[in-house]
């Protein structure tokens, strides 16, 4: 098996999850958005093999390979801002190698699409037949149109080729393994929060995100990857909560006297995201189990005990 994007949040984990099923997986990264301390204890494992590589040029994996998971690709919006063109590429020509060794060797491929496919959306929840609402030249369609992009390629190669492909969105997830002060909204929060530092509310809070427990959606990765579905299948938890209640939330979990500091909203922040995942549950008899408290709390433990601390910064 193979996983792009190795050293990520999700990458890690699945890549961990598959080795302690007994398959055999080659993480491959080019550790531009981690440093692979996700992957320390994974690296002594014989079952697992790291590459360093860049997917936009090829994916240098040798030997028969039954699965792909394609999670390659910058995700928080300040490190896709900072890396704009590169994330247009690996989106396109990253997903494009990755079909390629995926079809050339007769595996199935699952690729990592986003809830950004819906934009700011103007149906809510969001079920998978929706179209979506992305302003094509935003500074966020470097990701969101990347991410569409890539979709629109799979499905060409299941059309054309005959590839056997999944297409999985993703909602916003965390858990152990979020780079501190990532950027994204629960990294910084509870980086800042365990730091003293003020919690950044970007805007006035009231805009949604429905968080999801990174075992939670790591469980809906392979559950499609193990099924026959094509999808598009949307995986995320559909508890809807706003930005400033997560900020609260933050400061109830961790204890933390924090002050809170409302900065600018970012050009095309969404005002509200939330899963419709009764494709899922109806179809793999998927659906999370943990509780943003109870996630957060596991969350801020981990943190806590990195070393790598360090402030929140603006996205
Ligand atoms: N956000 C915030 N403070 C932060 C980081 C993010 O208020 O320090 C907001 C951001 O504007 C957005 C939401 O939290 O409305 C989720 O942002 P994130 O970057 O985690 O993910 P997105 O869903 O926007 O890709």
Redesign the pocket.
Known sequence: MVVTGAAGLLGSHLCRRLVAGGAEVVGVDDLSTSDGTNLADLRSDPRFGFVRADVTSGIPVDGPVDLVLHFASPA??PDYLRLPLETLRVGSAGTWHALDLAADRGARLVLAST??VYGDPLEHPQTESYWGNVNPVGPRSVYDEAKRFAEALTAAYRRQRGADTAIVRIF?TYGPGLRPGD????S??LSAALTGKP?????T?E?T?SLCYVDDLVAGVLAVAASNLAGPVNLGNPAELT?AELAETVLAVTGSSSPIEH?P??VD??AR?RPDITFATTELGWAPVVEVRDGLARTARWMAEQSTLRP?R??
């Open positions: 928080s919006p809830s950004e916003n950027g994204r909204v629960v910084n929060f919690l950044t509310i970007y805007g809070g805009q995100r930005v900065l909203l970012p922040d969404p995201r929140a603006r996205g």
